[in-house]
């Protein structure tokens, strides 16, 4: 399984943004995997921002992303997408997608529960 993040860019505080993530391989099983979007501000630790169980569509999402961003997926073209508003310069980071398999809802916010990572998307949001 590979992935592709995409959709990075510069952004005004208080916009909006929508970064993607291509998913490719023929092993990815709809039914068993967990997707999900983490970030990585310079000097900082990767940080949980939202997950999504692919075939259910559940969805998780960090305090601070919860209202504000939205997880989801198109099942037919193997994206998924991270939808972004009222971004502040606190949400300027690498964003990163990545997929798992075999993580539970309570582990879902660990990036070390993921198999498979994307190359990073860089949002940058200017105050």
């Known amino acids: 399984v590979q992935l592709q993040a995409s959709g990075g860019g510069l952004v005004q505080a208080g916009g909006s943004l929508r970064i993607s993530c291509e998913i490719f391989?023929?092993?990815?099983?709809?039914?068993?995997?967990?997707v999900g979007w983490f970030r990585q501000a310079p000097g900082k630790e990767r940080e949980f921002v939202a997950a999504?169980?692919?075939?259910?569509?559940?969805?998780y999402y960090s305090d601070s992303a919860k209202g504000r961003f939205t997880i989801s997926r198109d099942n037919a073209e193997l994206r998924m997408y991270l939808q972004m508003n009222t971004l502040t310069h606190e949400d300027s980071a690498t964003y990163y997608c990545?997929?798992?398999?075999?993580?539970?809802?309570?582990?879902?916010?660990?990036?070390?529960?993921?198999?498979?990572w994307g190359q990073g998307t860089l949002v940058t949001v200017s105050s």
């Open positions: 999504l169980k692919w075939h259910e569509g559940y969805t």
């Open positions: 990545a997929a798992a398999t075999g993580i539970t809802t309570g582990t879902v916010h660990h990036p070390s529960e993921y198999n498979y």
């Open positions: 391989g023929r092993t990815f099983n709809r039914y068993r995997y967990f």
